[in-house]
């Protein structure tokens, strides 16, 4: 599926874009509010991630002329506005959702598969596999054999993104910006204690799976002994 991004702040795009190119989703990115708009027209995309403050031409302008001809990819406006006269001002326009800034990047993903789901009748990736192990993402529990554990907040989040890039390596930059996210305080040392916490739980359950730390880089899913 397609996705296109119109958003002038370049590092929160290529953050946005990383996430939706990890998930299969292919990303066309517009920096200015023309380009935007005109890339928009073509009707090539599944889902517009729209900004309202943007260069040339601001997102609710966008989106009113979208809608005036009949355009009707669904959008979801990414913006720092958070007012409710904001809010309902998109969604008046034909919005089929709203996120303020700053946000996670597991947020943004519920947003952008709910609005796909409603539109083009997607499903959502519910289990994930890896080795003897499996994430049952809707329960909140992992799984290993007959063993079962309940799994919650950030270890949950954190998890999952190691799934969903099993066949690479996630840096420390990218796993705070998706799951602290964009903008967020959180510092390295907090990757490294949920990974610790999440060691724990793959030991409990006895799985053959382990995360190994890629020195200078990040953190990668492996099978124990696995040659």
């Known amino acids: 599926m397609n996705i296109l991004i119109i958003e002038d702040e370049y590092s929160l795009a290529d953050a946005v874009a990383e996430t939706l190119q990890s998930e299969k989703f292919n990303v066309c990115i517009k920096t200015n509010g023309e380009e935007g708009e005109d890339e928009a027209l073509t009707e090539n995309y599944d889902l517009i991630l729209l900004d309202v403050m943007l260069p040339r031409k601001n997102g609710f302008d966008i989106l009113r002329y979208l809608r005036q001809e009949k355009i009707k990819t669904p959008v979801i406006m990414l913006t720092a506005k958070s007012e409710i006269e904001d809010k309902l001002n998109g969604l008046e326009h034909g919005a089929d959702d709203y996120i303020t800034k700053p946000f996670s990047m597991r947020e943004l993903m519920a947003r952008v598969k709910a609005v796909l789901k409603r539109t083009n009748n997607i499903e959502d990736t519910e289990m994930l596999e890896f080795g ?51 903008e967020s305080d959180a510092e390295y040392n907090n990757v490294e204690v949920y990974i610790t916490f999440i060691r724990r739980k793959l030991k409990l359950l006895e799985s053959e799976v382990n995360i190994k730390a890629v020195r200078g880089i990040g953190y990668r899913l492996e099978i124990k002994n696995d040659k």
Do not use: H
């Open 132 to 182: 003897d192990l499996i994430l049952d993402v809707k329960n909140a529990k992992l799984k290993c054999k007959e063993n079962e554990i309940q799994i919650s907040g950030k270890e949950l989040e954190l998890i999952e993104q190691l799934l969903l890039n099993k066949n690479q390596v996630l840096s420390k930059e990218s796993i705070v910006e998706r799951i602290w996210g964009y």
